[in-house]
T-cell receptor, first 115, second 115 residues
Framework: AQKVTQAQTEISVVEKEDVTLDCVYE???????LFWYKQPPSGELVFLIR??????QNEISGRYSWNFQKSTSSFNFTITASQVVDSAVYFC????????????FGGGTRLMVKP | KAGVTQTPRYLIKTRGQQVTLSCSPI?????VSWYQQTPGQGLQFLFE???????NKGNFPGRFSGRQFSNSRSEMNVSTLELGDSALYLC??????????????FGSGTRLTVV
């Protein structure tokens, strides 16, 4: 069975602060895929990143960076120099070969960036 | 290119009625999945269609059904609506059926309110 845990339900920061969103996952499959999505108030889930289980390289994309550690089953997301426009709910998700195309989502972390 | 289009955006229905929601995937995308998002249960997988066939189904009662047409457009139907069916229903499309090969693109959702 798959499980994704986002222990932080809400985080509030002041603009320009760095913030890390935690994601811990569980799966029995050795081949799996992890995702991060952003959900602004409009409701649409915006794809941010996909990572497969064979690629543990960390990734940086502008102000965003991701730290994937198989040893701790974690896939954390850091926003550097946060901005008000980063305010949204962020979801971590998982799928594996046994799940078909079904994504299992974490409960989400609501990030509020105050000016 | 056009994104995933869901119609209608908002819907109010009375308990006991039925409802049909529509999803037009990105051109060329053949896999369409549906998710229900509620404050209490979070994001939960409903079902996935690929080439007009349901390939995977989540843990929802038979009142929830769907179909996919030859042009990949999909509809989901909920019969005998209950108050607990009030939710944001999100559709996601994907280029191929392969697991994790590509990211999933989500629509803005249909917000269903059952009164």
């Amino acid at each position: 069975a798959q499980k994704v845990t986002q222990a932080q339900t809400e985080i509030s920061v002041v603009e320009k602060e760095d913030v890390t969103l935690d994601c811990v996952y569980e799966t029995r499959d050795t081949t799996y895929y992890l995702f991060w999505y952003k959900q602004p108030p409009s409701g649409e889930l915006v794809f941010l990143i996909r990572r497969n289980s064979f690629d543990e390289q960390n990734e940086i994309s502008g102000r965003y960076s991701w730290n994937f550690q198989k040893s701790t089953s974690s896939f954390n997301f850091t926003i550097t120099a946060s901005q008000v426009v980063d305010s949204a709910v962020y979801f971590c998700a998982l799928t594996d070969n046994n799940a078909g195309n079904m994504l299992t989502f974490g409960g989400g972390t609501r990030l509020m960036v105050k000016p | 290119k056009a994104g995933v289009t869901q119609t209608p955006r908002y819907l109010i229905k009375t308990r006991g009625q039925q409802v049909t929601l529509s999803c037009s995937p990105i051109s060329g995308h053949r896999s369409v999945s549906w998710y229900q998002q509620t404050p209490g249960q979070g994001l939960q997988f409903l079902f996935e269609y690929f080439s007009e066939t349901q390939r995977n189904k989540g843990n929802f009662p038979g009142r929830f059904s769907g179909r996919q047409f030859s042009n990949s457009r999909s509809e989901m139907n909920v019969s005998t609506l209950e108050l607990g069916d009030s939710a944001l229903y999100l559709c996601a499309s994907k280029r191929t059926g392969g697991v994790g090969n590509y990211g999933y693109t989500f629509g803005s959702g249909t917000r269903l309110t059952v009164v």
